[in-house]
C-alpha cells in the first residue's frame, strides 16, 4: 500500500534561517507531487507541483522554493525565512488524473 | 477557472443528530470528480468521500452519503448519527479530470454531546 512522509512534525525557526521540509511517497511510482500551505483556521494554499523529477510548478510567488531530486522525494526549503512563513505545511501525492490527494500528517512551522 | 464554494463557515450539531454541509462549484466541463475531506484537530487531511460527475448514483460511506446535483453544481455532504469524532473542518474539492484539486474555503463542524 502507498505511504506518504513528512517531516519534521513541527519546526520553530529564526527569522534569517534556512528552511528544508521532506517529502517521501512509498509504493507508487511517478506520482504528481504537491505542497500546500494553510494558515490557522484557513484554507488550503497550493504552493508548487511538481509531474516528475526536476518538473516544478509554482502557483504562488513567495520565499520559498520547492526540489524533486528523485521520483518519489519533495522538499520544500527556503533561504531565509521570513515571519509570514509561519503556518502549517502539508505535502500530498496523486496517482493518477482524477484520483484524490492524499497527505502527509503535515508540519507546523514557526518562525520567530 | 474553476471555483468550489462552501457558504457555511461553520455548523454546530447535536451528537445523533444529522447535519448536511453544503458545496458549490463552478465548472464548464462535463465530466470531472468531486471530493469531501475531512481535517481534525490533528490537522491531518483524510478523504472522506469522492463522488465522479458520470456517475448519477450519490456516494456513500458509512454514515457519510453526497447529495449531487449536477445541473445545480451542487455537492452536499450529510453526516448522519454525528459523533464527538466528526467534530473537525471539512473541505470540497474538484477535479476537473486532470491533475489539480481546487479546494473550498472550508466549513467548521463541531458536534456538541
Known amino acids: 500500500s502507498q505511504t506518504i512522509h513528512q517531516w519534521p512534525a513541527t519546526l520553530v525557526q529564526p527569522v534569517g534561517s534556512p528552511l528544508s521540509l521532506e517529502c517521501t511517497v512509498e509504493?507508487?511510482?511517478?506520482?504528481?507531487l504537491y505542497w500546500y500551505r494553510q494558515a490557522a483556521g484557513r484554507g488550503l494554499q497550493l504552493l508548487f507541483y511538481s509531474v516528475g523529477i526536476g518538473q516544478i510548478s509554482s502557483e504562488v510567488p513567495q520565499n520559498l522554493s520547492a526540489s524533486r531530486p528523485q521520483d518519489r522525494q519533495f522538499i520544500l526549503s527556503s533561504k531565509k525565512l521570513l515571519l509570514s512563513d509561519s503556518g502549517f505545511y502539508l505535502c500530498a501525492w496523486m496517482s493518477a488524473y482524477n484520483s484524490p490527494l492524499h497527505f502527509g500528517n503535515g508540519t507546523r512551522l514557526t518562525v520567530t | 477557472a474553476q471555483t468550489v464554494t462552501q457558504s457555511q463557515p461553520e455548523m454546530s450539531v447535536q451528537e445523533a443528530e444529522t447535519v448536511t454541509l453544503s458545496c458549490t462549484y463552478d465548472?464548464?466541463?462535463?465530466?470531472?470528480?468531486l471530493f469531501w475531506y475531512k481535517q481534525p484537530p490533528s490537522r491531518q487531511m483524510i478523504l472522506v468521500i469522492r463522488?465522479?460527475?458520470?456517475?448519477?448514483q450519490n456516494a456513500t460511506e458509512n454514515r457519510f452519503s453526497v447529495n449531487f446535483q449536477k445541473a445545480a453544481k451542487s455537492f452536499s455532504l450529510k453526516i448522519s448519527d454525528s459523533q464527538l469524532g466528526d467534530t473537525a473542518m471539512y473541505f470540497c474539492a474538484f477535479n476537473n479530470a486532470g491533475n489539480m484539486l481546487t479546494f473550498g474555503g472550508g466549513t467548521r463542524l463541531m458536534v456538541k454531546p
Open positions: 465548472t464548464s466541463e462535463s465530466n470531472y470528480y
Open positions: 509504493g507508487t511510482s511517478n506520482p504528481n
Open positions: 463522488q465522479e460527475a458520470y456517475k448519477q
